[in-house]
């Protein structure tokens, strides 16, 4: 099946510092979603993303869809304590299609 | 305000204990999933459903079964549960014909003794 992998793990950083996260796919997806999630709480969409080459901001948060269709990255710019969470890639292949491939994770740590 | 909601929030009880874990939306939308998170696993697809009446297996559906009788509700049974059980459980949901984003529950943290 599809298979994202989503880099880093996870990372420590110092408030103020710019991060920057990415996944892959060993296939081609028309849809990529970046979600956050909180202890406690149901991840949350932060950016998505649906053509080739887009470049989408929200806030501090910068996205892009990259140009071969099977990778994204996700950069946050000067981090803030509340950054602190786990971020989610999500691809979707099919068009019209619900179904969701989901990355592992990267769990930002941010010392402030 | 679009909500999804879960109940229970967290739950403590043995095994072979029937249970219903159930999921309400208010948006009118015609998809629901169900997902499991361990760690280090990320997120795992239980079932899903594209509308009433109809839902298919995901990646890990051995142990649960799900009902769409209507559109605002999905709930997730666990007829026999078991300690391999024990996870955290999200619903999500998505409308738009596949062209919207899912949008997640708060979430059900399952313990099974």
């Known amino acids: 099946g599809q298979q994202l992998n989503q880099s880093p793990q996870s990372m420590f950083i110092q408030e103020g510092e710019d991060v920057s996260m990415n996944c892959t796919s060993s296939s081609i997806f028309n849809t990529w979603l970046w979600y956050k999630q909180d202890p406690g709480e149901g991840p949350v969409l932060l950016i998505a993303l649906y053509k080739a080459g887009e470049l989408t901001s929200n806030g501090r948060l910068t996205a892009q869809f990259g140009i071969t269709r099977k990778d994204s990255f996700l950069n946050i710019s000067a981090s803030i304590p509340s950054d602190v969470g786990i971020y989610f890639c999500a691809g979707r292949s099919g068009a019209g299609s619900y179904q969701l491939t989901f990355g592992k994770g990267t769990k930002l740590s941010v010392i402030p | 305000e679009a909500q999804v909601t879960q109940n229970p929030r967290y739950l403590i009880t043995v095994t072979g204990k029937k249970l219903t874990v159930t999921c309400s939306q208010n948006m009118n939308h015609e998809y629901m999933s169900w997902y499991r998170q361990d760690p280090g696993l990320g997120l795992r697809q239980i079932y899903y459903?594209?509308?009433?009446?109809?839902?298919d297996k995901g990646d890990v559906p051995e142990g649960y079964k799900v009902s769409r009788k209507e559109k605002r509700n999905f709930p997730l049974i666990l007829e026999s549960p078991s300690p391999n059980q024990t996870s955290l459980y999200f619903c999500?949901?998505?409308?738009?014909?596949?062209?919207?984003?899912?949008?997640f529950g708060d979430g059900t943290r399952l313990s099974i003794l």
């Open positions: 459903s594209m509308n009433v009446e109809v839902t």
């Open positions: 999500a949901v998505s409308g738009g014909a596949g062209n919207q984003p899912q949008h």
